[in-house]
């Protein structure tokens, strides 16, 4: 660091000069009394002009220009209504869009609703097989599903390797092996005393026909069906006897026609009576099992791979 080559002088202080001033002025002239300092005298203001009640207390700081619509400020306050209006209505459509595309439930699972069955009636008393068929077919239906597409009914394949969906406006079962049957139950109502009916026609395969009071999982069921070699039989199916169906009754019968059959079985209490294409079979009285679900089968003996299709199921309870 350099340091400066003249010696530092004091720092003149800025009232040392005024003081100096102020001495040589008192030394060189006399004092005189200031005139009065006069007040300035300001224009009145004019009353102000306070806006009516009720009406617009604000400034008027921007005056309007004439041949203008919307004063600023409304202006802009419609401008940001129509905003927040055009906001709510995207996000209302894409909530709807949202709602459409996720299936209903909760966590994305779908919620199926069930037809509720209609009370069954004063129980028939006829035990004429005729009598009983004819009130039976009067009474309201439980269950009405031409089968032509997917119901609340709801059926699906069980207990089976195959497959149990909807083609050409029927019902079309068929399994994926030889010699396996196919079974599907429709999920939504069970029944105890009851008739049931429906049309099959098997297409390969040499028999099928219908399943009643049968469990969830498909163990445990009736089953009356018809085969190719014109013979009909009723046969139940339990846990216990894996699924080999053990034969209650059965027998030929000139009503089996070639193609499409109506099936119909009347199961009162412990008593079951055998339709095929509105003719009576036969009766025999079984106390294997009492209530349960309604479904459709088809199966081979030869190990042919079942195919047969079914349209209008129709329940009615006795």
């Known amino acids: 660091m350099l340091l400066p080559s003249q010696p530092l002088q004091a720092p003149v202080k800025p009232w040392d000069h005024i003081h100096s001033v102020a001495q040589t002025a008192s030394q060189h002239s006399t004092y005189e009394t200031p005139p009065p300092i006069q007040k300035p005298v300001f224009p009145p203001l004019p009353p102000a002009q306070l806006a009516p009640a009720g009406g617009n207390r604000r400034a008027k700081f921007v005056e309007q220009r004439p041949g203008t619509g919307l004063k600023p400020i409304p202006l802009i306050i419609f401008a940001g209504l129509s905003i927040c209006m055009l906001l709510v209505l995207i996000g209302g459509g894409y909530l709807l869009l949202q709602n459409l595309a996720q299936p209903a ?153 070639q193609g499409t059959n109506q099936l119909t079985i009347i199961a009162h209490q412990h008593t079951f009576y055998l339709y095929i294409n509105g003719r009576y079979q036969t009766k025999i009285n079984d106390s294997t099992i009492n209530v349960g679900k309604i479904g459709l089968f088809a199966g081979d003996s030869q190990q042919n791979t079942p195919d047969a299709t079914f349209s209008n199921a129709k329940v009615w309870g006795v």
């Open 105 to 257: 439930g909760q966590n994305g699972q779908t919620t199926k609703i069930y037809p509720t069955a209609v009370p069954t009636l004063p129980p028939l008393t006829s035990t004429d097989p005729h009598e009983l068929y004819q009130q039976a077919m009067k009474r309201k239906t439980l269950l009405d599903d031409p089968l032509k597409t997917q119901s609340p009914y709801d059926w699906e394949a069980t207990n089976t390797d195959g497959s149990c969906m909807f083609e050409n406006q029927q019902l079309h079962l068929s399994s994926i092996q030889g010699g396996k049957a196919i079974l599907c139950l429709e999920q939504a109502l069970t029944f105890d005393n009851f008739a049931f009916q429906a049309r099959m026609t098997l297409h390969q395969g040499d028999t099928g026909g219908l399943l009643m009071r049968a469990n969830t999982a498909g163990n445990k069921l009736y089953m009356f069906g018809l085969s190719t070699s014109g013979r009909y039989l009723l046969a139940s199916v339990q846990p216990q006897t894996g699924s080999q169906p053990q034969i209650i009754t059965g027998g030929l019968s000139s009503a089996i026609k």
